[in-house]
């Protein structure tokens, strides 16, 4: 079915909407709507966060209801909570805890291997350790990059 964007004048838009709602419904939107004008910017951020926690819409998309939860479980009844250690973690992040001096070029090599880094930003990256090399891999290529690290010299952790 194609879209077809026809144009309404603005004003008569409004009008048919308010002329059909009730009364009482306008008088109330209008009230709300001058007191979010009222707000101070602070006000109307800590009123965003409110409105989006009430929502159940949260940084990281819409939260699922548990009614939705439950009837996609394949027991039917199974709270979310029992769901959760079932999920498998998938992407890693890698992340280096300390090295051995000695092999420290070594490491700034591999590094520069497996994240396309050039050498000062590589050289850079590893004097800051602890730090998180690269985030997201997967389980196989978090295995090998941490096997070669370690074989060099360096304490490396998946998280």
């Known amino acids: ?9 603005s004003g008569s838009l409004l009008r048919s909407f ?11 939107l209008e009230r709300i709507a001058d007191e979010l004008l009222d ?9 965003s966060i409110l409105l989006r926690h009430k929502l159940g819409v ?18 039917g009844g199974a709270s979310a909570g029992a769901q959760k250690p079932a999920a498998e973690k998938t992407a890693f992040d890698i992340k280096l805890e300390k090295f051995d001096a000695a092999a ?3 490491i700034i090599k591999e590094v520069r291997t497996f994240t396309d880094l050039g050498l000062k930003e590589a050289k850079d990256l590893v004097e800051k350790a602890p730090v998180v090399l690269k985030k997201g891999v997967t389980k196989e290529e978090a295995g090998a990059i941490v096997d070669k690290l370690k074989e060099i010299g360096a304490t490396v952790v998946l998280e």
């Open 1 to 9: 079915m194609p879209f077809i964007n026809h144009r309404i004048p």
């Open 18 to 28: 308010f002329c059909t709602a009730a009364e009482t419904r306008s008088q109330k």
């Open 39 to 47: 707000l101070t910017k602070l006000e109307r951020y800590d009123y």
């Open 58 to 75: 949260h940084r990281y998309g819409p939260v699922g209801s548990a009614s939705a939860l439950s009837a996609t479980s394949p027991a």
């Open 104 to 106: 420290k070029i070594k």
